[in-house]
């Protein structure tokens, strides 16, 4: 069936370094992927989105890239900093009569160690 | 603004039992979900909601009930317990359902003894 998942669970980086968080995808049909942030207790928060007819994305410190030909969704996070630490889920979005539905992955947990 | 509100943040049921997960959202969106998320998984979707008095199933509806009876609220009523349904329940919103941006609420840890 429809999936996303993830390659590693677990990353743990140095202050400062840059962070790279991958997803592989298998539904070629859905138009958005999406990345969202869950601290310890909270409700997952949105970070950034990726149409389906792009390559890249850039917003505050993060970069999303997509790599529709082999199905690959990566999150980079610039100069990784504590308050990064988290769960990182990427989720896929359905086209057309299904787009309300984001299918998630099962998550990264990222540690920034000071 | 208050954002999406869940009450309440923890509760132990015994099996059998019901409950009522109650949520709220201020920010007068049209969509709002119920998810669960199970340790070390992502969230699956229970109930989706479109508007006031339309709701439908998502991924995982076996065993819950919801209703919207108006655009704030959205609870979802566990009938009879069962250890599987143990788990941390999200509710999230949208304005629409063509937002990728959901806002989520602090979520509510069942568990079912």
């Known amino acids: 069936g429809e999936s996303v998942g993830l390659h590693l669970p677990t990353l743990s980086v140095q202050e400062g370094d840059n962070s790279i968080i991958n997803c592989a995808y298998s539904n070629s049909a859905s138009d958005y992927f999406i990345w969202y942030k869950q601290e310890s207790g909270k409700g997952p928060q949105f970070i950034i989105d990726i149409r389906s007819n792009m390559d890249k994305r850039q917003g505050q410190r993060v970069t999303v890239l997509l790599n529709k030909t082999v199905k690959h969704l990566s999150l980079q996070i610039a100069a990784t900093q504590p308050g990064d630490s988290a769960v990182y889920f990427c989720?896929?979005?359905?086209?057309?009569?299904?787009?309300?539905?984001?299918?998630f992955g099962k998550g990264t947990l990222l540690t920034v160690n000071p | 603004n208050a954002g999406v509100t869940q009450t309440p943040k923890f509760r132990i049921l015994k099996i059998g039992q019901s409950m009522t997960l109650q949520c709220t959202q201020d920010?007068?969106?049209?969509?709002m979900y119920w998810y669960r998320q199970d340790p070390g998984m992502g969230l699956k979707l229970i109930y989706y909601s479109v508007g006031a008095g339309i709701t439908d199933k998502g991924e995982v509806p076996n065993g819950y009930n919801v209703s919207r009876s108006t655009t704030e609220d959205f609870p979802l009523r566990l009938e009879l317990a069962a250890p599987s349904q143990t788990s941390v329940y999200f509710c999230?919103?949208?304005?629409?359902?063509?937002?990728?941006?959901?806002?989520f609420g602090q979520g509510t840890r069942l568990t079912v003894v």
């Open positions: 920010m007068n969106h049209n969509y």
């Open positions: 989720a896929e979005r359905g086209a057309g009569g299904s787009n309300y539905k984001l299918t």
């Open positions: 999230a919103s949208s304005y629409s359902g063509s937002d990728t941006e959901a806002f």
